[in-house]
């Protein structure tokens, strides 16, 4: 419908506010009764006012009233001020040396950023978010399927167990159930959350296509658009499957039956990446490509102080900043030292009094530290927090995921058993201990290990005992063992200890008896060794610019080396 015939009797004499508009002045781009054409003709006789009908008036902009002067236009812009302004703000002292540009012009801009907006809305983010949709609705299909899957393998291996089973066969498919339907309703809940998103989009772009298409800049410029929000894609859910391993007949039917292990749900940031058009697009969180340095430079040297006890020696390190370290060593103490400084900042003693297994940083700058006494413990506001309480097994390396989980290797009180659970604050979400053959992934007894996450989601353990770096995938699947690289620096064997990765999903882990860094890539191929000068490396952390840092057992030093460009 035609603006220009359409409610006219809504319209209103721009003069007089009572009368109908029936003539406009094509000059002032004011509306006028007919009655206050006269008026209007010699209110400013320094125009050549052309004062037309109404339903005649030319297509030029209707130009925003001003605040300051009620009768005046907005044909000029501040973009100092950032507001649109009229002659007599320019001419006030209000706007003196402020850079004032035609309103037109910065009208084009905004309508060319805004139309920009909506095309990426139309032909990217709608889309992605659509096809988010669907991979959710699929993988609840395909969940369905497997589970279903699962539950015939159950129920088959029930029929041989006859009656003194079919109690056991019950309860264990009701887990299947409440694991099954736990997870569909998360996956139902972020798939509301993505399609409630996708009308919001879709509202957003009705609106704002209504505001362009408009004549009307006051409309324009009231327009806001929320692409930045948008342009943050949902978490990708990952589920995971529980196994079902079945025994063989025994008396003791429950303990041979057979069990379900842990499910999960798994969040990845980065899971997925936006619709595009191009050929070759780069994604958005890769990081930039670094070169490792022909040799690497040992940057500074931090001298740690551990109160003299049995065990006077440097065992880990972790970044809590680009300016600060996390130690610890032979005594309870968990020191911060400013790195440029080389000075002792705050020193916190464990809750229990014992010497702490193993550090982590978390995403959200807290300390986390694992205890003999069997406990996970969170450090906030420099109060200590019991967060994990094991029952019969014992916490060694910690880590911080970047979705935020704890990753935990720990031994069983037997020294026989070894396995990696993933906690969501004191949730267990996850077990990893066996390959696909049933065999254990990791060496037993109380042995140095160290976790981390890798770039990739590959969670990296270094298993002192199995002589190994022994990585995973995020489903827990073995992926390889690197199992060290000869020749060696002391031409000794390989004695992992302390493990980290960087930007580029390096793997580095330090050699105690070699002393040395090994660096392999995401595969477990090797790159390089770093050896410059590292007596008895032990616990190996990185910062946000890959600066390694490496505590040193003996010396009780800390240093920082640069090995990429």
């Known amino acids: 419908m035609d603006p220009r015939t359409s409610a006219q009797d809504l319209m209103r004499c721009d003069l007089c506010e009572t009368a109908v508009v029936q003539m406009h002045c094509d000059t002032c781009l004011v509306n006028l009764c007919t009655s206050c054409v006269g008026k209007h003709m010699i209110s400013d006789e320094s125009k050549k006012h052309e004062v037309v009908k109404f339903q005649a008036r030319k297509s030029t902009p209707l130009y925003p009233k001003c605040k300051h002067h009620i009768k005046e236009r907005c044909e000029m812009y501040c973009n100092q001020c950032e507001i649109p302004v009229c002659t007599s703000c320019v001419a006030s002292d209000k706007h003196l040396g402020h850079k004032i540009v035609k309103i037109l012009q910065v009208s084009d801009e905004r309508r060319n950023k805004i139309m920009k907006d909506i095309t990426e809305l139309n032909e990217k983010i709608y889309p992605t978010y659509q096809d988010i949709a669907s991979d959710v609705q699929n993988r609840m299909s395909q969940l369905e399927k497997e589970y279903g899957d699962l539950s015939t393998a159950i129920t088959k291996h029930g029929e041989d167990w006859h009656r003194e089973i079919d109690k056991l066969v019950k309860k264990l498919k009701a887990e299947v159930d409440e694991m099954k339907n736990t997870q569909l309703q998360t996956l139902?809940?972020?798939?509301?959350?993505?399609?409630?998103?996708?009308?919001?989009?879709?509202?957003?772009?009705?609106?704002?296509?209504?505001?362009?298409?408009?004549?009307?800049?006051?409309?324009?410029?009231?327009?806001?658009?929320?692409?930045?929000?948008?342009?943050?894609?949902?978490?990708?859910?990952?589920?995971?499957?529980?196994?079902?391993?079945?025994?063989?007949?025994?008396?003791?039917?429950?303990?041979?039956?057979?069990?379900?292990?842990?499910?999960?749900?798994?969040?990845?940031?980065?899971?997925y990446s936006m619709k595009t058009t191009q050929k070759s697009p780069e994604a958005g969180s890769s990081p930039p490509v670094k070169q490792l340095l022909d040799e690497p430079e040992t940057v500074t040297t931090i001298k740690i102080y551990i109160h003299f006890t049995l065990l006077p020696f440097l065992y880990n390190v972790a970044c809590l900043s680009d300016e600060e370290i996390w130690t610890i060593g032979g005594d309870n103490n968990m020191k911060l030292y400013s790195i440029n400084q080389g000075s002792l900042l705050k020193s916190i003693t464990t809750k229990s009094k014992n010497i702490p297994s193993n550090i982590a940083v978390t995403k959200s700058g807290d300390l986390v530290y694992t205890d003999y006494d069997r406990t996970v413990n969170i450090v906030k506001n420099e109060k200590i927090e019991e967060l994990i309480r094991l029952q019969n097994w014992r916490p060694q390396g910690v880590c911080s995921t970047s979705s935020g989980d704890l990753l935990v290797i720990m031994d069983s009180n037997d020294g026989k058993e070894t396995k990696v659970v993933c906690y969501s604050g004191s949730t267990e979400k996850q077990t990893i201990q066996f390959d696909d053959k049933g065999k254990p992934l990791y060496s037993s007894g109380n042995y140095y290990r160290y976790i981390r996450e890798n770039r990739n989601l590959d969670i990296c353990v270094s298993d002192n005992e199995a002589r190994a770096v022994v990585v995973v995938n995020q489903a827990g699947k073995l992926r390889f063992r690197y199992t060290g690289h000869t020749p060696a620096p002391k031409n000794k064997g390989f004695d992992p200890r302390g493990i980290t990765t960087d930007s580029q999903s390096h793997i580095l882990t330090a050699d105690y008896n070699n002393e040395c860094v090994h660096i392999i890539d995401q595969d477990g191929q090797f790159l390089r060794y770093i050896d410059c000068g590292l007596s008895n490396p032990h616990g190996l952390c990185m910062d946000t610019n890959d600066n390694l840092f490496v505590a040193l057992q003996s010396n009780k030093q800390v240093k920082k080396i640069k090995y990429l460009h």
């Open 188 to 271: 139902q809940k972020h798939l509301d959350e993505i399609n409630k998103t996708m009308s919001d989009i879709k509202d957003e772009i009705d609106s704002v296509e209504i505001a362009i298409d408009t004549n009307d800049l006051s409309k324009l410029f009231s327009v806001t658009s929320n692409v930045d929000i948008y342009r943050n894609l949902p978490h990708k859910i990952m589920p995971s499957l529980p196994k079902f391993t079945h025994g063989t007949i025994h008396k003791e039917l429950f303990k041979v039956f057979g069990a379900l292990s842990s499910s999960s749900l798994t969040s990845e940031k980065d899971g």
